[in-house]
């Protein structure tokens, strides 16, 4: 990575709308957010200052994203389950939720003119989601992940540093989130101050219509708290604490790290997830691992004399504790691989520059594209589906917040800050930039507009355009020939996906599991056009090799009845990864 410092300052503050006592301005199409008063006051100030983008942002668009995310795997039913799904799972968690959050969500409805009870269950979506991951995979019997788990060791997403590794010895913190609304969010991401009542004052990157600061946030008393869900579990339960609801009052009341385990130890998760707390004062770190069953908390850090490479932590969405780590089930290979593949890259990044970490180092590392020529996927930081990027500060109450469009970590970072509620008038933005060529960067944003044309907009055609100029673009990318032949195969295009299985066997791929993966699929497509030796040749190649067991399971069923046109229809491709979780 190239860094760029940018000598721009923030000399003249930005025009600010009110209401009550809230406020909002605008910095580089960021919505920098000011509430103040109880938990109504500053819900409602939320709502109506950013209406516009309440009424069409994250809450009501993932009231529809269990739907468009298992609508197909669940089969012709699905209408109907997941209707139960969202009325019945939501309902639950909505009863969990308690006053300071329920005061929060109705106020930001009542602000910004929505109906309350809807907006509601749009809140439940994470943990329903959850639920419901961890249903299928009960009912699909996956087998433990336990070959990834021994692979991993530890993993990060999140990157954490201080005292002897960080050029300073300031604590830094820095985090990718990755999540559902590639667009969506992006184009409603807020920047949110908090002065409540009661509580210490503190900010959340979020986004309009997201009230709570549970997620990615730092508190004036130099406490950072970032959130990571762990998907792919069978232990999720109903009857518990909604995500970003512990983690919003770690925010308001602890002071230190003994005081934030306590807090997120007192009441059981619905779903199963880790929240990573970093203190700035004593530079430690706490990381609380839970599901409904077990949480085991850690804190780690603090000695002043430990070495540069001792002095960092990482994480991704893999448990540590191995206990909590038998829960996790591999329903879905290519995620597992990706986890390992950001694991190694990111160490491998933080032991590089150990001793010489500045926000804008750890910002690059969020912006990494990964070390393997061959996959954009496998090994990368920045990936599409991440849509919030930012670099805390503590000590200095500051954090750098990554803007423009997905990946966010690619691009300009802007500091703000408590002392400015803004944008820092000291510190000084930075911009990350890529060192590969700009047709892999070209190719990327194509990748990233079918994401949107096929998940958001259910456009399988527009998708297979964009994947084919990205293709063009970067004709050595073997996943992305993979994802049009998917892609071709769902619209009925079975000659055309074989030419694409075909480019994509003969780039070949450095994971035996995926390369499994693409004959499978050429089989397929070769059983669609009544090539039925070649198709059965193929199965065998995909069983041969080391492959997920999805595929294999799928490739014996080959061997003995022909894949059709109807099941080719059902295809439900998982774009972030460029795979069929369920083949």
């Not at 708290?225 to 919003?248: C, E, S, W, Y």
């Not at 005081?259 to 430690?284: F, M, N, P, Y």
């Not at 004959?519 to 039925?532: N, Q």
């Amino acid at each position: 990575m190239q860094l760029q410092q940018s000598l721009m300052h923030n000399s003249v503050g930005p025009e600010r709308r009110r209401h009550g006592r809230g406020s909002l301005h605008q910095v580089a199409g960021m919505n920098v957010l000011n509430l103040v008063g109880s938990f109504a006051e500053m819900g409602e100030q939320h709502g109506a200052l950013l209406a516009e983008k309440v009424r069409r942002g994250p809450i009501p668009y993932y009231r529809t994203m269990v739907e468009r995310l298992l609508g197909k795997p669940l089969g012709p039913l699905s209408p109907y389950l997941i209707a139960a799904i969202q009325r019945g799972v939501g309902s639950s968690v909505r009863k969990r939720l308690p006053p300071f959050a329920l005061e929060t969500i109705r106020g930001i409805a009542r602000g910004a003119g929505l109906d309350e009870e809807e907006f509601i269950l749009g809140c439940t979506m994470p943990d329903s989601l959850v639920w419901s991951a961890s249903m299928m995979a009960k009912l699909r019997g996956a087998a433990p992940a336990v070959a990834h788990r021994l692979e991993l060791g530890l993993g990060c997403t999140s990157a954490i540093a201080w005292g002897n590794a960080t050029a300073g010895g300031k604590l830094l913190h820095a985090r990718n989130f990755d999540y559902f609304g590639v667009e969506n969010w992006v184009d409603n991401a807020a920047l949110i101050f908090h002065t409540p009542e009661k509580g210490q004052r503190y900010v959340a990157v979020a986004a309009a219509g997201v009230g709570l600061g549970g997620i990615t946030a730092m508190n004036e008393a130099g406490l950072t708290l970032t959130v990571h869900q762990h998907m792919f579990t069978d232990k999720a339960r109903l009857g518990g604490i909604p995500i970003g609801v512990l983690g919003d009052r770690v925010m308001r009341e602890a002071s230190t790290l003994e005081q934030a385990a306590e807090i997120l130890a007192q009441q059981r998760s619905i779903g199963c997830w880790t929240h990573l707390v970093a203190d700035g004062k004593s530079k430690r770190v706490l990381c609380f691992e839970q599901n409904p069953e077990r949480h085991v908390a850690k804190i780690l850090g603090g000695d002043p004399t430990a070495s540069p490479e001792a002095s960092t932590f990482g994480y991704a969405n893999i448990y540590l504790d191995p206990e909590l780590g038998n829960s996790e089930v591999a329903l879905y290979g290519s995620y597992w691989r990706h986890n390992l593949g950001r694991h190694q890259r990111v160490n491998e990044l933080l032991k590089a520059n150990a001793g010489q970490l500045i926000p804008a180092r750890m910002g690059a590392m969020l912006a990494d594209q990964g070390a393997s020529p061959s996959c954009r996927i496998r090994d990368s930081i920045a990936m599409v589906m991440t849509v919030g990027s930012v670099v805390f500060s503590p000590e200095d109450g500051a954090v750098w917040v990554g803007v423009g469009k997905a990946p966010t970590s690619c691009g300009e970072f802007i500091p703000f800050s408590f002392k400015d509620l803004g944008e820092s008038r000291i510190l000084q933005r930075f911009t990350t930039k890529s060192a590969v060529d700009s047709g892999a960067d070209a190719a990327f944003e194509q990748f990233r507009r079918a994401y949107v044309a096929y998940l958001d907009r259910n456009d399988t055609q527009a998708a297979l355009g964009h994947m084919e100029t990205a293709l063009e673009l970067a004709p050595k990318q073997a996943i992305y020939a993979y994802v049009a032949g998917l892609l071709s195969l769902e619209l009925g295009r079975s000659q055309r996906a074989v030419l694409a299985f075909d480019r994509a066997l003969a780039l070949g791929h450095a994971d035996e599991e995926r390369v499994a993966a693409f004959h499978l699929w050429r089989g397929r497509a070769l059983d669609l056009e009544g090539r039925r030796s070649e198709a059965l040749n193929c199965y065998r190649y995909a069983i041969g090799l080391r492959a997920d067991q999805a595929v294999r399971t799928a490739a014996v069923a080959g061997l003995t009845k022909q894949y059709n046109r109807r099941k080719a229809g059902s295809i439900h491709v998982e774009m972030s990864l460029g795979d069929v979780a369920m083949p």
